[in-house]
């Protein structure tokens, strides 16, 4: 008669148990990935958002102009500018998006900085939720310090 030689492999238990290794193994550094790419987007916009604190401030300060900052939760973003008509184009205009891992809490704020001086008509804290909690940023009455927390 015949004989059948049986031939050597893996079963289906051994090859589904194989691919989820491998599966699990892969996604740890994309999950690790994603958590270090909301911090680091976190990072650059509050370093941004101080930055552009500072520009509306000096340019407040120094070039005699009236500017503003504008806080708009619902479009997700913040737009500086600097007052006036003939000012339309002026480089230290523009607008910070928040990146996906931040939103701001509460209303529409406009906050302006004085010609000559820099400081600010109204006070009230801008606030964020991030990754990591709340954030403020508060400004200082009657000077144009602010501090990020």
């Known amino acids: 008669m015949y004989e059948f030689e049986q031939e050597e492999g893996f079963t289906l238990l051994e090859v589904l148990l194989?691919?989820?290794?491998?599966s699990v193994i892969t996604a740890i550094p994309i999950m690790h990935f994603t958590q270090l790419k909301k911090e680091t987007e976190t990072q650059l916009f509050f370093e941004?958002?101080?930055s552009g604190i500072t520009l509306i401030q000096n340019e407040a300060?120094?070039?005699n102009q009236w500017t503003t900052m504008e806080v708009r939760p619902t479009n997700r973003l913040i737009r500086f500018r600097v007052t006036g008509r003939e000012n339309e184009n002026h480089p230290a205009n523009h607008i910070l998006d928040l990146p996906e891992s931040i939103s701001l809490i509460?209303?529409?704020?406009?906050y302006m900085f004085s010609k000559k001086s820099g400081n600010l008509g109204n006070i009230n804290k801008v606030n964020f939720n991030t990754i990591?909690?709340?954030v403020s940023v508060s400004f200082q009455m009657g000077s144009g310090r602010f501090v990020i927390e």
């Open 132 to 134: 990591h909690g709340r």
């Open 61 to 63: 300060v120094f070039n």
């Open 18 to 22: 194989t691919l989820v290794i491998v």
């Open 106 to 110: 509460g209303t529409s704020k406009e």
């Open 48 to 50: 941004s958002l101080r």
